[in-house]
């Protein structure tokens, strides 16, 4: 993303991994993967649905370590 295209608002993280892009897609995209890393310190995810079809949803719930939990969902994106 450049100055140009990012909103005045966005926040933008970026990171480098040392490991091979197959993995780094699986790790996004495959529920088993995403549910052992996704998430702070001390939370876990036992939801992770994940549709990568154009239009499909990805939901995903969260579990605090006081026990509550929180849903959210996403939209995969569509072309325009």
């Known amino acids: 993303m450049t100055e140009s295209t990012a909103s005045e608002d966005a926040v933008v993280i970026e990171r480098t991994f040392e490991a091979p892009v197959d993995l780094i897609w699986k790790m996004w995209t495959d529920p088993e993967h995403f549910k052992k ?44």
Do not use: N, T
């Open 37 to 80: 890393w996704y998430g702070p310190q001390g939370f876990s995810i036992p939801v992770a649905d994940m549709d990568l079809s154009v239009g499909g949803k990805r939901l995903v719930g969260m579990a605090s370590p006081d026990g509550s939990r929180k849903m959210f969902s996403m939209s995969s994106m569509v072309p325009p």
